[in-house]
């Protein structure tokens, strides 16, 4: 052989190892969320796919709403890393970060959307305090976003808190929520999602809650005969991936991550503006006899007064840590009202 089919035998096969190295991590990621592939969540996912895809070599392979079972199902298979990512609202993390059911203390978010929009985009307690929180569960927090107003959808008519009593209301699995809803002078029934249609088909339970979106997504309105808007809470939700596969990553990648969630972020604003009224419509049409009702001031007075005792609640429930992580949100909400 002379020496230079040496060099060259040499350098092919040095290239055939980068060509192997490179091959070998392009992986594809698995990213599980609670909601179907045309409902908020997953247009959020479908749009951080896109944007990792096309700039780094892996690819998502993506897990909507009961492919992989419920929402608490999902956050266990993130945190065993068996899935990298992870959307799960913080009505189903309470017992696992009970920071994390602030988003729960009724009248605390604003309704009005501009304002959440800056408000997720730039909070210092959710980006920066929420993180070490998310870090001890072995969660590396991505980003956390509105998905609307939350409307009750009941059985009955409501118009005060009076109107709630012996209806057995359907929460998310959290303590705060419970709590919430008693205040409200409801019975609070914690169920996962899979059990609210079938549940209110079969008078289980008469009441539940949900962004108006997802009342006409998921056909809830066809179980129940009043919506009423009460203005206690805006929906969040967050996206994480797992942690030790995230401190794995070359800073290249966490870059792609982290520019892919605020790419979704803007993306999915966007995407929800005069949603709530289109979907609402639709609600209309499908079936008219449906009051929609938007409680006045005089009228949410009670719920007003309830929120006192939640905050107290929450505050019982989650000492000093939660204390601080309230007056955080509570100062980005200010500072993002503009
Ligand atoms: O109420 C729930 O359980 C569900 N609500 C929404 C808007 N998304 C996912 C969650 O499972």
């Known amino acids: 052989m002379s020496k230079n089919s040496l060099i060259s035998g040499v350098a092919a ?14 992986d594809t990621w ?11 969540q997953g247009k959020y996912a479908q749009k951080f796919k896109e944007e990792i895809e096309a700039n780094t070599d892996h690819s998502i392979q993506l897990f909507p709403y009961g492919t992989l079972g419920e929402s608490a199902d999902i956050m266990e298979q993130a945190q065993a890393g068996i899935l990298q990512f992870v959307d799960q609202s913080p009505g189903f993390t309470g017992a696992l970060i009970p920071e994390a059911q ?3 203390v009724p009248y605390l978010l604003p309704t009005d959307q501009d304002h959440l929009a800056r408000f997720y985009k730039e909070s210092k307690a959710i980006n920066e305090d929420f ?16 998905e609307g107003e939350v409307a009750m959808t009941t059985k009955e008519p409501v118009k005060s808190c009076d109107d709630l ?35 209110l088909q079969t008078n289980i339970i008469q009441g539940q809650e949900n962004p108006t979106f997802f009342l006409y997504s998921t056909k809830i309105y066809e179980v129940t005969d009043h919506i009423t808007y009460v203005g206690h809470n805006n929906f969040t939700t967050a996206v994480m991936a797992n942690k030790d596969f995230f401190d794995g990553l070359d800073d290249a990648d966490k870059e792609a991550i982290q520019n892919a969630s605020a790419a979704a972020y803007d993306y999915i604003v966007g995407y929800q503006k005069g949603l709530a009224d289109s979907e609402l419509d639709k609600i209309r049409e499908a ?12 009228e949410r007075a009670c719920f007003k007064e309830a929120a006192k005792e939640v905050e107290a609640k929450f505050i019982e429930m989650t000492g000093e840590s939660g204390q601080a992580i309230l007056d955080q949100l509570k100062a980005d909400l200010d500072a993002t009202a503009q």
């Open 102 to 104: 602030v988003f729960f």
């Open 13 to 26: 096969g040095a290239l055939l190892s980068v060509v192997a190295i490179s091959a070998a991590s392009a």
């Open 287 to 298: 079936k008219p006899e449906m009051t929609i009702t938007v409680l006045s001031e005089e």
């Open 131 to 146: 993180q070490g929180l998310y870090a001890d569960q072995g969660l590396e927090l991505l980003v956390m976003f509105p």
């Open 30 to 40: 698995r990213y599980a969320f609670e909601e179907a592939m045309d409902e908020v």
């Open 165 to 199: 009593n012996e209806v057995k209301f359907r929460v998310m699995t959290n303590p705060l929520l419970v709590e919430s809803y008693r205040a409200f002078g409801a019975t609070p029934t914690p169920l996962p999602w899979g059990e609210v249609y079938g549940g």
